[in-house]
């Protein structure tokens, strides 16, 4: 009835079921949940687009993916700048010249290079081999103390010195006097929410939700000659060789009776003990320009929380370590054996994939599956 079972309706599943309808397939997206667009679902409260499943700032170096996204929706200005909150200290991200200014005093670039490298220095780290080894000679002692380790911590439910160095490295150094969290050419945020540009991915596509995979799996595989599977591999293979590890997160979302919270999309508490790892006040990812989002009186916050996740939860980040990695690499060997599955995705490749790397790699499957 169907060339393709598409099960999840999240970016990669509703780019591939795009690819393939313009390609003359007759496709099928099943989802569990009650709405489409995955994690990057966005929900209207106080006509404010809220970012139900956490912050997603659109950002790529990619123009082929640009181009391609920029077909569903119109895109924002929005330029991502997070404040880090160290117990009231405020300090600006990414590491740049305003946050070594703030932390040390310096004031070119010459004298906070030096001082990353004393501290370096002082560290005696010459190859990194985790985390905290890669934060140090990176940016120095005091901006892990203060800006990384509490939060990575939080974050991740894990000693910095047992985590992968690779997570830091998302994260630019600038010896310039640059907010931009993100090292890309393009960026923003697509007008009028997530949601409305997955829907328009699946303009004419056959989608049903509130329908489980699991549930009704003999029936549903019938339907189709071959599926594409973007939910987590272990869960595929009932964890038969034992669960991956996810970090989770939860949101506490609030109404406030007043137009302007914290003056920012994102603010990163980053001390241990603050409880929730960065707040977000949605309006501010929409208007921003000329201070416009004041004209809303009401403004909506997420406080999030980041939590170990177990069978049942719902998987966020997976934790890219080398025992989770090693465990993949056997569920990887199961899934080539399965002839009509394809699994792709950060869920069904394990991946920490940010929202650009997974639409190429939707569209790099689509190529090679449609040829
Ligand atoms: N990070 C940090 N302090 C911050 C922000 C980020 O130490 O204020 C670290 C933390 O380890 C985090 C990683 O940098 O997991 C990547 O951060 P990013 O903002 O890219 O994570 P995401 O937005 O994907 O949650």
Redesign the pocket.
């Known amino acids: 009835m169907y060339d393709y079972l598409i099960v999840g309706a999240g970016l990669f599943g509703s780019v591939f079921a795009r690819q393939a309808t313009d390609a003359g397939k007759k496709v099928l997206v099943i989802d569990k949940h009650p709405n489409i667009a995955g994690n990057v679902y966005t929900e209207d409260i106080e006509n404010i687009h809220v970012h139900k499943y ?2 997603h ?1 659109f950002h790529t170096n990619n123009k082929e993916v640009w181009n391609y996204v920029t077909r569903f929706a119109e895109f924002n200005r929005f330029t991502n700048s ?1 404040v ?1 909150n160290y117990k009231g200290e405020l300090y600006s ?2 590491f740049n010249m305003y946050t070594f200014n703030k932390m040390w005093g310096v004031v070119t670039p010459e004298e906070a290079a030096a001082k990353i490298e004393e501290q370096r220095n002082e560290a005696g780290i010459t190859e990194p081999h985790n ?1 905290e080894e890669q ?1 140090i000679s990176l940016v120095g002692k005091d901006i892990y103390e203060k ?6 911590e939080k ?2 439910g894990r000693d ?1 010195k047992d ?1 992968p160095a690779f ?2 490295k ?2 630019p150094v600038r010896l310039t006097f640059d907010n931009n ?1 993100f090292n890309a050419l393009y960026q923003g945020i697509p007008v009028g929410g997530y949601t409305k540009m997955v829907a328009n991915m699946l303009d004419g596509i056959e989608v049903r939700l509130d329908t489980d995979y699991f549930e009704n799996k003999t029936k549903l595989d019938a339907l189709a000659d071959k599926i594409v599977y973007t939910g987590a591999i272990d869960a595929y293979f009932e964890y038969q060789l034992g669960a991956l590890e996810y970090r989770s997160v939860r949101f506490e979302t609030e109404v406030l009776d007043k137009p302007n919270f914290q003056g920012n999309a994102a603010v ?1 508490y ?1 001390d241990r003990e603050t409880p929730w ?2 707040i977000i006040e949605h309006k501010w990812f929409e208007f921003g320009k000329d201070d416009a989002g004041n004209d809303i009186p009401k403004t909506v916050i997420s406080r999030e929380y980041s939590s170990e996740w177990k069978v049942g939860d719902e998987p966020y ?1 997976p934790v890219n370590d080398e025992k989770n990695g090693a465990l993949y690499q056997e569920y990887k060997k199961l899934a080539d054996k399965e002839q009509k599955v394809i699994f792709g995705g950060r869920l069904g490749e394990y991946k ?1 994939y ?1 929202m650009d790397a997974v639409i190429a790699s939707a569209l790099e499957l689509t190529e090679k599956e449609l040829d």
């Open positions: 956490g912050a700032i997070p880090a991200l990414p985390l934060a800006l990384i380790k509490g939060y990575t974050q991740w910095c985590l997570i830091i998302r994260l969290y990163n980053t790892t960065r980040y920490y940010d």
